[in-house]
């Protein structure tokens, strides 16, 4: 247990830099991270709980940048996907909510690297089916933003409004996701927590990963993020693959 406590406070303090630096990809990097040691139902509402803290930090850096027009039919649309992201969580066999993840994370990492993008002229009438995707994926494996992120990197959106728009996002949808794990028992007193005690590397990372946004290259940073990411999520996979099939 103590190896895998060590393994989750390293995954969520590089987790946290991720963020804190581009505004996405905490979950992709914890949660293949963790769930190498933890069930789904575990590893879920732990990384929602911390995104929503995570993202509390940086959504109030990158306020100036919002950009509502962009923000609220994603939120709404992520409000529509959670009630069927939590039946999937509780009904789905954890072995193929991490196939999903590991999928999911090695899929992004690998369209982000090769920088594949083909914007697309009328975007608004993507947001909303863009956020109830993002927001069943974001309820059943903790892991929403890769298809908003993949998103505005595909319409070339300037740095600041990405960042923004998906911290902003993530921190709103996030609040119901809490609310919706409390009242339905998936997080629960030992889940909040650990939660708590990793807290504090969270942060640590965020607050490197702010400090990296402002100062250096944020497109090798990003590289290397994305290197982890599909490293990580590739190692979910060929761990749960054999049990599926």
Known sequence: M????????VGLFFAGMVQG????????VASPT????????????TVILMSTLNTLIVTWDARKHIQFAMLLPLVMGGFLGLPIGQYLLKTLPGEYLKLIV????????????????RPIPAQSW???????ISGVLGASTSMGGPPIALFLANQQIPKNVFRSTLITYFFTVNCVMVA?????????????WTSVSLFPLMV?????????????SEELFRRLALWVVAMMGTTVLLTNLPKVL
């Open 2 to 9: 103590t190896s895998a406590y060590i393994l989750a406070g």
């Open 21 to 28: 630096c581009t505004g996405f990809g905490l979950a992709l």
């Open 34 to 45: 963790l769930m190498l040691v933890f069930p789904p139902t575990y590893v879920v509402p």
């Open 102 to 117: 590991g999928v999911i994370a090695v899929g992004f990492a690998a369209t982000s690297l090769a920088g594949w993008h």
């Open 126 to 132: 993507f947001l909303t089916p863009l956020g109830i």
């Open 180 to 192: 919706m794990f409390s009242y339905s028992g998936i997080l629960n007193r030992q889940i909040f």
């Open 204 to 216: 640590a990372g965020t607050l490197l990963g702010i400090f990296f946004a402002r100062w250096s």
